[in-house]
């Protein structure tokens, strides 16, 4: 059974940061892309950043580049999202999701596998 289980999200100040992780289990995880969403209430789910199954090469929202960064460790089966200078826009239930193509899609319905979801709030 494939369990992605994100952890990290909370409460901040704007401009303050957070780290997000998703541990996943039963998939082989170097053979996912991996990605980030989120949704705020009231809007559609959003891509906010993606990553190869080797980890060379990451996709970003244009609204978080320069301030997001996505990572990802197999050894591990998690990957990260580290998130600075965090804005109120910001704010939103942030997912993972895991894509079974080497390149992650900006689609939400292209993914296999999604976690539950961490709230992330920033406060202004």
């Known amino acids: 059974q494939v369990q992605l289980v994100e952890s990290g999200g909370g409460s901040v100040q704007a401009g303050g940061s957070l780290r997000l992780s998703c541990a996943a289990s039963g998939l082989t995880f170097g053979r996912y892309a991996m990605g980030w969403f989120r949704q705020a209430p009231g809007k559609e789910r959003e891509f906010v950043a993606g990553?190869?199954?080797?980890?060379?090469?990451?996709y970003y929202h244009d609204s978080v580049k320069g301030r997001f960064t996505i990572s990802r460790d197999n050894a591990k089966n998690t990957v990260y999202l580290q998130m600075r200078s965090l804005k109120p826009e910001d704010t939103a239930v942030y997912y993972c999701?895991?894509?079974?193509?080497?390149?992650?899609?900006?689609?939400?319905?292209?993914?296999?596998?999604w976690g539950q979801g961490t709230q992330v709030t920033v406060s202004s």
């Open positions: 999701a895991a894509d079974s193509i080497v390149v992650p899609s900006k689609t939400p319905t292209a993914y296999d596998y």
């Open positions: 990553i190869t199954w080797s980890g060379a090469t990451t």
